[in-house]
């Protein structure tokens, strides 16, 4: 069973940083672009960062809400991602997943962690 593990959530005031993290399996994942996802309460989940498979590239995109002020990166020695998140604002609010970059209908979700940004 595919399992993905976000974390590094919480309460953050707008201004703030927090650093969110993600563990997959070794084995596709290495070789796979990902991405930090998110969804907002009402909202459809939507691609927030995407970073290339490393066989590739190190190419990364962002949304333009987020550019300038997220970064995602990866560790594959340690098989984590990380989604930097700088100078937050509310409607950043949010559960943040990881994921392959095309994930279909198929693809199993972690729990996501929820990020939550005060004015």
């Known amino acids: 069973q595919v399992q993905l593990v976000e974390s590094g959530g919480g309460l953050a005031q707008a201004g703030g940083s927090l650093r969110l993290s993600c563990a997959f399996p070794?084995?596709?994942?290495?070789?796979?672009?990902m991405a930090w996802f998110r969804q907002a309460p009402g909202k459809q989940r939507e691609l927030v960062a995407t970073i290339a498979s490393p066989v590739s590239s190190t190419t990364t995109t962002y949304i333009d809400s987020v550019k300038g002020r997220f970064t995602i990166s990866r560790d594959n020695a340690k098989n984590t991602l990380a989604l930097q998140m700088n100078n937050l604002k509310p409607e950043d609010t949010a559960t943040y997943y990881c994921?392959?970059?095309?994930?279909?209908?198929?693809?199993?979700w972690g729990q996501g962690t929820q990020v939550t940004v005060s004015s």
């Open positions: 994921n392959i970059l095309t994930p279909d209908k198929n693809t199993p």
């Open positions: 070794r084995n596709p994942f290495r070789f796979l672009a």
